[in-house]
């Protein structure tokens, strides 16, 4: 695990999140959880969501573990494969909480969401990635704006193509951000959801951006390269010049 925690240590020197980088893994067996892994229902006695979990690993540095058992989100229980899908209780709850102005917009968002097939995987693990218990899929980090344009910057420095998204502020940091990346093998910029910020606590300045852990290295190396010539966070102002004191005064010239 250690060239991943030192990859962890190089993004931290870098972006200098608030909340450590978590490093993401599905497991296809249950079995397959690190001795000494935290659970939800075991350890907190509660069932909860994956964006809790997610809170948990990145705010407190546990490593814990979700699996069916655990989990108190039906829509996290549907895109990670873990629940068949009951489109007319889905759709009934879109149009109850007003995500949707009709039943075929709310199809249509279902029908948006990433998921995982049945059977692909039966727990997801997350770790504080600087210093994790788990070889990663996905690389999750919860970000200020400015700390995710370093990351565009790091993830196109090699390539030089834009990272593009989906955005709905619904399922988000697990849809459109672990799983998207996932499956898509690509870098995901990702606006929190309602989810996110109701019961994993992201507050209004948070951004998330995920990428597939094979691709952290050419994020770190793109950081360091542009760091080299002075792009880096924070960002360093500009701070040159003479102030001034309304139009056109110098300050210099206030107390004369």
């Known amino acids: 695990m250690k060239e991943w925690q030192e990859l962890g240590n190089e993004l931290n020197s870098y972006l ?26 075991k ?62 917009a709310a199809s249509t968002i279902l029908e948006s969401f990433r998921s995982l097939k049945q059977g692909q995987c039966e727990a997801v693990v997350y770790s504080p990635l600087e210093r994790t218990q788990i070889e990663p899929d996905v690389i999750l980090m919860y970000l200020s704006p400015a700390q995710i344009m370093r990351c565009l910057h ?15 502020g619904r399922a988000a940091s697990c849809t459109e951000g672990v799983i998207a990346a996932f499956l898509d093998q690509l ?12 019961w ?25 390269r542009t760091h080299e010539r002075g792009v880096r966070y924070p960002i360093p102002a500009f701070l040159r010049y003479q102030p001034e004191v309304g139009l056109t005064l110098p300050l210099t010239d206030i107390f004369k």
């Open 154 to 168: 790091g993830s196109t420095y090699h390539t030089g193509k834009p990272i593009t998204c989906s955005f709905s």
């Open 16 to 41: 200098k999140p608030e909340t450590f980088p978590v490093a993401v893994k599905y497991l296809q067996a249950k079995s397959e959880i690190p001795d000494g892994t935290k659970t939800p229902l």
């Open 43 to 104: 350890t907190l006695r509660v069932k909860m969501a994956h964006c809790q979990a997610q809170a948990i690993a990145r705010k407190y540095g546990w490593t814990i573990a979700m699996t069916k058992d655990d989990l108190g989100c039906a829509i996290s229980g549907y895109t990670y494969g873990w629940e068949p899908a009951n489109i007319d209780g889905a759709v009934k709850f879109l149009l109850k909480m007003n995500y949707a102005s009709d039943s075929e």
């Open 187 to 198: 870098p995901k910029v990702v606006v929190p959801g309602n989810g996110d910020r109701v």
């Open 200 to 224: 994993a606590t992201s507050p209004d300045h948070e951004m998330v951006y995920a990428l597939p852990a094979s691709h952290l290295k050419e994020l770190v190396e793109g950081l360091a």
